[in-house]
């Protein structure tokens, strides 16, 4: 028998179908965005810079602020390097970055809401466990003091999860839960903490490792609107990347597809997952970066195609889906196709916009900070398991 959870997930799948193939999507001719980069983020003090991917990176008093995060120092994964996890915490400060204090532990995969008293970092994970601690980082430019205080924690270990904040709620959506794949959606009133976190309706469809989220001004209100994602091989099913927009709206407390990610010229589809996702100018959300919806769902469906060539005593495909596995983390970055385009969706218009293709988007993991109409883009992988230490910066068009 099928459990109600399965049936509403192919339902909501069914009407992903029926809802079309893709949303069209303008080309702004006349937008040109310059950027620039920034000095790179430091290594730890007994390692060279080498970036990190999955980071904590916000910004309080107008300090850019990057904490946690993990790479291979000592030699890449290809040759069997030992992932690193890291709790340095940086600022950027006008003589360059300044290492300012630590996590209480090691970190990354968790999400980083910016507040008004600070950034907060939530969940994640490192080598040993993932856990549901959330703690605030708050920083006195005048004094170049930080204070890294605890938040209640999540109701349970969460990591590869997105975060977003308005007006003083910060929302969570996603991620592992308890290790498995899940459509938790959870708020946290930071005027009420000692109501600790809320546990609202889950979002439908597939569960949504590694997506997006961003909160703005829709016409129906404020609303979080969360993308990308993906549902791994779960009881020996297909994995899942999802290709649309979901929308909660917080005053009916219920879910929506807004719409659909607009596809690349030739149809394929895009995906978000590991991508980034900013609020600009309050009622827009920019949408950046993060794997190639193609190459990403090959790698991760091979093992239940390999294993069902197996079962069928298929040795040519057997071979071939071997060979692939084998080869997949050796090809050049160029391979991996990950996504260059700024894509804009205006809440109000429901319409996509095109800002361009800028090869400083081409990264999954990365940390997205927007202040005003600068937009920052921290670290991220290249490739699997190549992290990159730049850091850039572009001035968005405020039209």
């Given at each position: 028998m099928y459990n109600k959870q399965q049936i509403t997930g192919w339902l909501f799948l069914l009407l992903l179908c029926v809802a079309g193939c893709g949303q069209p999507v303008s080309k702004k001719e006349d937008t040109m965005i310059n950027w620039t980069k920034l000095p790179d983020l430091p290594g730890a003090a007994d390692t060279v810079s080498l970036g990190v991917s999955a980071p904590f990176a916000g910004v309080h008093n107008e300090t850019l602020i990057v904490a946690g995060g993990c790479n291979f120092p000592?030699?890449?994964?290809?040759?069997g390097g030992a992932k690193r996890y890291y709790s340095e915490i940086f600022a950027l400060l006008p003589d360059g970055w300044k290492e300012i204090g630590r996590l209480p532990r090691p970190a990354a995969y968790g999400a980083t809401v910016s507040t008004p008293e600070g950034i907060v970092c939530i969940g994640g994970n490192n080598s040993d466990s993932s856990w549901g601690d959330v703690c605030r980082i708050s920083y006195n430019p005048a004094k170049g003091e930080v204070t890294v205080c605890a938040l209640p924690s999540l109701p349970s270990p969460m990591d590869n999860l997105s975060a977003a904040f308005t007006g003083q709620e910060i929302y969570v959506a996603g991620g592992n839960e308890n290790g498995q794949p899940c459509h938790t959606f959870l708020r946290l009133t930071l005027a009420r903490l000692?109501?600790?976190?809320e546990q609202l309706p889950d979002f439908p469809g597939a569960a949504r490792v590694q997506p997006v989220l961003a909160a703005g001004e829709s016409p129906q209100g404020t609303c979080v609107y969360l993308a990308g994602g993906f549902q791994p091989i779960r009881n020996e099913e297909e994995p899942i990347?999802?290709?649309d927009v979901l929308a909660f709206d917080p005053a009916t407390s219920t879910w929506r597809q807004e719409t659909l990610l607009p596809p690349f010229k030739d149809g394929a589809n895009r995906t978000l997952t590991g991508g980034c996702?900013?609020?600009?100018?309050?009622?827009?959300?920019?949408?950046?970066?993060?794997?190639?919806?193609?190459?990403?769902?090959?790698?991760?469906?091979?093992p239940i195609h390999l294993a069902k060539a197996e079962a069928a005593q298929d040795p040519a495909a057997v071979t071939r889906l071997r060979a692939e596995a084998e080869a997949y983390m050796h090809h050049p970055v160029e391979w991996y196709r990950f996504n260059t385009a700024l894509l804009q969706y205006d809440l109000s218009a429901k319409a996509w916009s095109d800002l361009g293709e800028y090869e400083q988007l081409a990264r999954a993991g990365a940390g997205a900070v927007i202040q005003g109409n600068r937009l920052t883009i921290i670290n991220g992988e290249l490739k699997p398991g190549i992290r990159t230490p730049q850091v850039n910066q572009?001035?968005?068009p405020q039209k």
């Open positions: 000592d030699k890449p994964v290809t040759e000692e109501k600790g976190w990347v999802p290709t996702a900013v609020t600009f100018q309050t009622d827009k959300i920019l949408f950046m970066g993060g794997v190639n919806y193609d190459c990403f769902l090959a790698a991760i469906a091979r572009a001035i968005l």
